[in-house]
């Protein structure tokens, strides 16, 4: 199921949150790659997890995928 539609990923709001989370992985990338303890990592990595999860709510998904069987 495909959360966001062709108008929502049109939209001028959803460019404004893509390009924020962007720039946040971004930002969490550059910071993973310096020197931190493994419990910072894990939080980073966290966070980046979120980003990634957020920025594929506008992949399509194929119509064949987004058919269920009864």
Not at 4 to 7: G, Q, R
Not at 16 to 26: E, L, M, T
Not at 61 to 69: A, F, S, V
């Given at each position: 199921m495909n959360i966001?539609?062709?108008?929502d990923i049109e939209s001028g709001t959803w460019a404004?949150?893509?390009?924020?989370?962007?720039?946040?992985?971004?930002s969490l990338l550059?910071?993973?790659?310096?020197?931190?303890s493994n419990e910072e990592t894990i939080k980073l990595r966290g966070?980046?997890?979120e980003c990634n999860d957020l920025l594929k709510l506008?992949?399509?998904?194929?119509?064949?995928?987004?058919?269920?069987?009864f």
């Open positions: 966001l539609d062709t108008k404004k949150i893509k390009a924020h989370y962007v720039a946040k992985r971004q550059e910071k993973l790659a310096g020197d931190m966070r980046l997890r506008e992949e399509r998904r194929p119509e064949e995928e987004q058919q269920t069987e």
